[in-house]
């Protein structure tokens, strides 16, 4: 064909490999990866709605903070009223995802918080060395949980503090189950220092994060794409003539929003290159 659009998922493995092994020039991206986090879906509600709280919708945020090192920390796709899902896509590795069903009206809400990661974080040079980070912390993840797709479970009392890891009124929401472990030995020392850091920072900003018994569930590790698929001006790969890399796998997005402006953009590329 004269012109091919390659809109892969921030997931495609396989694609990013094949492309590797057939010369496309792919580089390293900064990504983040992390953990979700788990509240009663009312205490957030109280938190955002004060003495509205229950007459009005499941209600969402959105916080940010840096770790000592001014490493960014975050959260992202918060899913009100939802539920924890395993995402897992290769075998013996385990990630997470959050949905909400139309209603909103799960017990829980849940959130990923998230720790900026960078090419220098990498151990090689490799372009596909981000790919290779994820499955390190999947992997382990998968061990943790009980080699069993079952997803590895921390209050957050435990993970901050040390207390017993004991669930109480939050349960988790994940299937097929879970396993009560300590988490922080999923991740590099950064990510759980920049975890510890978010997390405190947030309850000083929203009530509902003060709860020692909300939940973590780890591995949440598909943030957007570890890897760019370098392209020219024209939106062309820099390798192969008609040939646009597009959106979130291509590395030029980072959500559903972004991802459909840069499809709207690689359309207009191939109208005007044609």
């Known amino acids: 064909t004269e012109y091919a659009v390659l809109a892969i998922g921030h997931s495609a493995r396989d694609t990013f490999e094949m492309l590797f092994e057939k010369g496309v020039i792919l580089q390293q991206k900064p990504f983040s990866m992390g953990v979700r986090v788990e509240h009663k879906a009312k205490e957030i509600n109280k938190s955002q709605y004060g003495k509205f709280a229950s007459k009005l919708p499941a209600a969402d945020y959105k916080l940010n903070a840096k770790d000592a090192s001014g490493r960014g920390v975050y959260t992202f796709c918060m899913c009100p009223g939802g539920y924890v899902v395993n995402a897992s896509s290769e075998e013996g590795l385990l990630c997470t995802n959050g949905m909400s069903y139309s209603k909103r009206d799960g017990e829980n809400s849940n959130s990923a918080v998230l720790v900026s990661i960078y090419p220098e974080d990498f151990t090689s040079h490799s372009p596909l060395a981000g790919v290779e980070l994820q499955r390190e912390i999947e992997r382990k993840a998968f061990e943790a949980g009980g080699k069993d797709y ?31 472990t300590k988490i922080e030995k999923i991740f590099p020392e950064f990510i759980n220092n920049g975890l510890k850091a978010g997390l405190t920072a947030f309850a000083g900003r929203l009530a509902a994060f003060n709860a020692e018994d909300a939940v973590l569930t780890a591995s949440e ?54």
């Open 150 to 180: 079952c997803a590895p479970v921390e209050t957050v009392a435990s993970f901050i503090k040390g207390s017993d890891n004991k669930i109480r009124s939050v349960k988790p929401t994940i299937k097929p189950g879970y396993n009560l």
């Open 221 to 274: 590790t598909r943030s957007s794409s570890p890897v760019r698929i370098l392209r020219n001006e024209k939106g062309e790969s820099v390798s192969i003539k008609g040939l646009y890399p597009c959106g979130e796998g291509a590395g030029y997005a980072g959500g559903i929003v972004s991802a459909a402006v840069d499809g709207i953009k690689c359309g207009e590329a191939v109208i005007e290159n044609g």
